[in-house]
């Protein structure tokens, strides 16, 4: 996915020039081509913000790829914008935007009006990442959050499951003021239910620990986001009606009447917000953006919150994180990552010092561990659908392999795959090592998924390093007789079925 100039040069041998596109990722799922623009400060200088030019050096390229124009790219480069112009002929609709990314101090100021040729010359978004959204992407298992809040006898609705339940859920509107209140980062005033001025919040931001059991990521540059922000500051009252509200968890929820039972006092232990984290982030966003807000604006608005106590080895909790968003926009893969058997895999790779990250910018269970190696559970997800027998249709079958109608519970329910697991990792990680010193890097994901297909399936005792050896020679002789070029030939079921045949490997797996 690295086009970048000096990279190229270094890694292939390859003079051609980058036009300000570092990285590209074309999303099948979602239907985005992302193009990166990578930048690294060798220094830190407070307040430094994101250089503007560097933005427009990427002008080149999207001019190129809109217009069809591609005489003066070359190589990679090139081929690559071909596939864009293609994606972008389709008749679907298809959105690429520009990610500027770099680790200084803040990020562009959104009021940039070199933003408005991505906008109206090639209807695209700049999204900007620095360091404060690079910190928000970061997940770290979280100290337990407490809050307290006081709320109206008639705004509060409870629910238990059975009559002779001790544990109740209850269903209440709160002001948005008083839920930034309680998830802000400022332990002692999540404890204070009488603030006597609201100006205090305007200072604080999210603890982003209640967020860590939400299955969705940060999502940077969302356009949801933004509808969010502009209902908040024009139709503040009307809030409660147009959002979904928030469900949140907690280990324990303690009911007091107060004031002559006119009131109810909730002390909530170890909140976590499974559903609604945007809405929450959005919300503390905009608090942020002046310190008018809170008064103005978030303080006449309300909003509907869900919360229910679990043990923390009730299963009720994921359930509720998978099936609360399952209507939502977001993907097959993110609902699976609070699945108990991937909770499971989690802890014991940790125990072998891996960092199984079930979501984007998890960090490991320990902030303290020196971890070994890092794997995602959507490329743990491909390794078993490789071994399975599909190392030609990884690439195309993400959502296949997550989904419980088609091969989900085929791959992770198997009783041996949590003790194979450390194994798995460590072959993977062995086969992109030795590629990386002794071969060509191209394709080298397609080419791991097939050896990785080969090793758990063979009946022979061989060593990493001969497979990856005996399988470029297969390779390299089947590229010969072929007329496709190696990618494709990684993507045919016939190539897969000619290796089934090599005496070499012993496959005794034969795939319906």
């Given at each position: 996915m690295i086009y970048d100039t000096d990279f190229n040069k270094i890694v292939?041998?390859?003079?051609?020039?980058?036009?300000?596109?570092?990285?590209?990722?074309?999303?099948?799922?979602?239907?985005?081509?992302?193009?990166?623009?990578?930048a690294y400060r060798e220094s830190y200088k407070p307040d430094k913000a994101q250089a503007e030019k560097k933005t427009l050096d990427s002008v080149a390229f999207f001019s190129a790829v809109t217009s069809e124009k591609l005489e003066n790219l070359s190589g990679r480069l090139k081929e690559k914008a071909e596939e864009i112009?293609?994606?972008?002929?389709?008749?679907?609709?298809?959105?690429?935007?520009?990610?500027?990314?770099?680790?200084?101090?803040?990020?562009?100021?959104?009021d940039f009006s070199g933003f408005d040729v991505f906008k109206n010359e090639f209807e695209s978004e700049v999204i900007c990442i620095a360091i404060p959204e690079i910190k928000k992407l970061m997940s770290i298992r979280p100290k337990p959050v407490k809050a307290s809040l006081v709320v109206g006898i008639d705004d509060l609705l409870s629910f238990s499951e059975d009559s002779m339940s001790t544990e109740k859920s209850y269903v209440f509107s709160l002001k948005v003021d008083e839920l930034i209140r309680i998830t802000c980062n400022n332990e002692s005033l999540r404890q204070q239910t009488m603030l006597d001025d609201t100006s205090?919040?305007?200072?604080?931001?999210?603890?982003?620990?209640?967020?860590?059991?939400?299955?969705?990521?940060?999502?940077?540059?969302?356009?949801?986001?933004?509808?969010?922000?502009?209902?908040?500051?024009?139709?503040?009252?009307?809030?409660?009606?147009?959002n979904n509200g928030l469900t949140l968890t907690a280990k324990s929820i303690k009911c007091t009447p107060i004031n002559a039972e006119r009131f109810y006092k909730l002390e909530i232990d170890s909140l976590q917000v499974l559903n609604g984290g945007q809405t929450l982030r959005t919300i503390h966003s905009f608090n942020q953006e002046d310190r008018i807000n809170i008064e103005t604006y978030l303080s006449k608005a309300s909003v509907l919150l869900r919360i229910f106590?679990?043990?923390?080895?009730?299963?009720?909790?994921?359930?509720?994180?998978?099936?609360?968003?399952?209507?939502?926009?977001?993907?097959?893969?993110?609902?699976?990552?609070?699945?108990?058997?991937?909770?499971?895999?989690?802890?014991?790779?940790?125990?072998?010092?891996?960092?199984?990250?079930?979501?984007?910018?998890d960090t490991g269970i320990s902030i303290d561990?020196?971890?070994?190696?890092?794997?995602?559970?959507?490329?743990?997800?491909?390794?078993?659908?490789?071994?399975e027998g599909f190392p030609y249709n990884v690439s195309n079958r993400k959502k296949d392999?997550?989904?419980?109608?088609?091969y989900y519970d085929q791959l992770f329910g198997k009783g041996d795959v949590v003790e194979k697991s450390v194994d798995y990792v460590k072959k993977y990680k062995e086969i992109k090592d030795i590629y990386r010193n002794s071969h060509t890097l191209d394709d080298l994901e397609s080419k791991a998924f097939y050896i990785m297909y080969i090793l758990f399936n063979t009946s022979k005792e061989i060593a990493v390093s001969d497979v990856v050896d005996k399988f470029e020679e297969f390779l390299s002789s089947y590229d010969a007789s072929s007329s496709s070029s190696t990618a494709r030939n990684l993507l045919r079921i016939d190539f897969k079925e000619k290796l089934d045949q090599e005496e070499f490997f012993g496959l005794n797996f034969a795939q319906d």
């Open positions: 292939f041998g390859r003079n051609e020039k980058d036009y300000g596109i570092d990285a590209i990722y074309i999303d099948e799922d979602e239907r985005e081509i992302k193009l990166f623009n990578f112009v293609k994606k972008l002929s389709e008749k679907r609709a298809w959105n690429i935007n520009l990610y500027n990314v770099s680790n200084e101090d803040k990020p562009i100021n959104p205090e919040l305007a200072s604080v931001d999210l603890d982003y620990s209640v967020l860590f059991d939400n299955v969705r990521g940060l999502v940077i540059g969302s356009k949801y986001n933004a509808k969010i922000k502009q209902t908040l500051r024009n139709a503040p009252s009307k809030f409660f009606l147009y106590p679990v043990d923390s080895g009730d299963e009720t909790s994921n359930k509720v994180a998978e099936y609360t968003n399952s209507q939502n926009s977001i993907s097959i893969i993110e609902l699976k990552s609070m699945r108990s058997e991937q909770i499971q895999l989690e802890q014991f790779l940790d125990s072998h010092n891996i960092i199984y990250s079930r979501k984007t910018g561990k020196d971890y070994e190696y890092k794997i995602t559970m959507e490329k743990f997800g491909q390794i078993l659908f490789a071994i392999i997550f989904d419980e109608t088609k």
